[in-house]
């Protein structure tokens, strides 16, 4: 169900915008499926958690903004901002020698510091890349071919996460069964 809700804002965009050929249309569409995953998330567990919310605000932002504004650059340009910043906090906190990735993941898994640094790192690198190709991809590729990736991005956050899941099962602790693990989303 988490999955159907932290993917379906920006799968109803790519139908919309598919559809309709409009992405403006298609940005009403990704504010209504964003502020309604928010709120199924919220029904369902009783509580935002801090990634959702994350995404589902970014996306209600700058949507909003391109719907004001009447242009694409802020949906586009939200992979990029959300990607960095994760990248960034995720880094930075390594940095500061903090475990911000064990902080969000909170009690889903559980392993030693060292793992948690590694795991952090290949995700903010993840981020970072995905924010990298945002930006190559909006410059130079049609509004059509930017949607593609963006929908493409939906499967790579599942590979790249199931290419962690034996790095993790390797350094759980002991005793602790191998928990579900939400994708990083691609920052819809």
């Known amino acids: 169900m988490?999955?159907?809700?932290?993917?379906?804002?920006?799968?109803?965009?790519?139908?919309?915008?598919?559809?309709?050929k409009d992405f403006q249309k298609a940005t009403w569409v990704l504010v209504a499926a964003s502020a309604a995953a928010l709120a199924i998330g919220y029904?369902?567990?009783?509580?935002?958690?801090?990634?959702?919310l994350f995404f589902g605000g970014m996306a209600l932002v700058f949507g909003?903004?391109?719907?004001?504004?009447?242009?694409?650059?802020?949906?586009?340009?939200?992979?990029?901002?959300?990607?960095?910043?994760?990248?960034?906090?995720?880094?930075?906190?390594v940095l500061l020698k903090r475990q911000p990735l064990k902080v969000i993941m909170g009690e889903a898994l559980h392993l030693p510091d060292a793992a948690w640094r590694t795991?952090?790192?290949?995700?903010?690198?993840?981020?970072?890349?995905?924010?990298?190709?945002n930006e190559?991809?909006?410059?130079?590729?049609?509004?059509?071919?930017w949607v593609k990736f963006r929908l493409a991005l939906l499967p790579v956050a599942l590979v790249f996460v199931a290419t962690q899941l034996p790095f993790m099962m390797k350094h759980m602790a002991k005793g602790d069964d191998a928990k579900a693990v939400e994708p990083p989303d691609a920052g819809f």
């Open 64 to 93: 909003t903004l391109g719907l004001i504004f009447g242009s694409d650059v802020f949906v586009k340009i939200k992979v990029t901002v959300i990607n960095l910043a994760l990248a960034s906090f995720l880094v930075g906190g």
């Open 43 to 52: 029904a369902v567990e009783r509580r935002l958690a801090m990634l959702p």
């Open 136 to 145: 190559v991809v909006r410059n130079t590729q049609d509004t059509d071919t």
């Open 2 to 20: 988490r999955t159907v809700v932290d993917y379906g804002a920006a799968i109803a965009f790519g139908v919309a915008y598919f559809v309709t």
């Open 119 to 133: 795991l952090t790192l290949r995700y903010g690198a993840y981020f970072a890349f995905v924010a990298i190709i």
